[in-house]
């Protein structure tokens, strides 16, 4: 395998779920190579004790998680708002993932939206959305591959490829048919690409086919009954004000009951390791 020293970053708020994404992180990382960066967020205004007494605790952090995780963790402290403060990190250190904790939607979260999806939105590259630890440190087994009428579902691609690639993981194309001819054309297009491409790289895969209905939670329903390790899914291209207060498709799933992990491309996105996959 190529050697490759690209950042994973693990948004840190020292909280359990931060704590939940570093280890998923470090799933990730002893199987591709990448270094960890934990990612502090601080106030523009922050006092200088208290920044300074952050630092020391980060310090001690990522020398502990080193050790326990045997991967290299750095860390960094930004200043500005998450919203757009973590994409700007990542973005401008040409990060290959974002894994990131979530309490799903509570209080406030269920009336102005998701903050996790308005995180998302700012960044180039994947993000891995988890509510808990992962279930072991070997490999993501099944993932689940909701496949639409839009063309941006490509884009996918090469993030399944990337996962079976690397973590021997099948594929679950889950598929919703619809009446409408038109909506069903489009979806068969992509279907049938993103099938083409999974056979190119030798991975494993089955369709599976529901009839026209709440896309999302059918989807989350399916994930569940396999027992999925993650759910992958792109975000809405050019995404507004509405559709954080009146709940985007995806960030349903993101906040899911079932607490799945859940990985999200937004449309035009890139990620660093997957282009030498694409044509097996």
């Keep these: 395998m190529e050697e490759h020293k690209n950042l994973i970053v693990v948004p840190w708020d020292f909280t359990v779920v931060a704590g939940h994404a570093l280890a998923h992180a470090a799933k990730i990382s002893r199987m591709v190579g990448n270094d960890i960066c934990l990612l502090h967020i601080a106030d523009t205004n922050i006092n200088p004790k208290i920044e300074a007494e952050k630092t020391n605790e ?6 502990e998680n080193t050790i326990k995780y045997n991967v290299p963790i750095s860390y960094h402290i930004s200043k500005g708002s998450i919203f757009s403060a973590i994409a700007e990190f990542a973005n401008e250190k040409d990060a290959s993932l974002v894994v990131m904790g979530t309490h799903g939607m509570k209080g406030m979260q269920k009336i102005t939206g998701s903050w996790a999806l ?3 939105v700012k960044s180039k590259m994947p993000f891995i959305v988890v509510q808990d630890p992962p279930s072991d440190q070997e490999k993501y ?7 639409d009428f839009r063309g941006e579902n490509k884009e996918k691609m090469k993030m399944a490829i990337f996962m079976g690639k690397y973590f021997d993981s099948k594929i679950h194309m889950f598929v919703s048919v619809s009446s409408d001819k038109n909506i069903l054309k489009k979806t068969n297009i992509n279907l049938n690409f993103a099938v083409k491409y999974l056979i190119q790289n030798n991975i494993d895969y089955e369709v599976h086919e529901v009839p026209k209905g709440n896309f999302a939670q059918q989807t989350i329903d399916f994930a ?6 993650l759910l992958l899914i792109m975000t809405t291209k050019n995404i507004t004000v509405a559709d954080y207060v009146m709940g985007a498709e995806e960030q349903f799933i993101i906040a899911n009951s079932s607490r799945i992990p859940v990985c999200c491309i937004n449309p035009k996105s890139t990620f660093a390791k997957v282009g030498q996959f694409m044509y097996g």
């Design 118 to 120: 308005k995180v998302i």
């Design 224 to 229: 569940q009954k396999i027992n999925a390790d």
């Design 141 to 147: 087994h099944n993932i689940v591959f909701p496949v």
């Design 58 to 63: 980060l310090q001690a952090l990522a020398q």
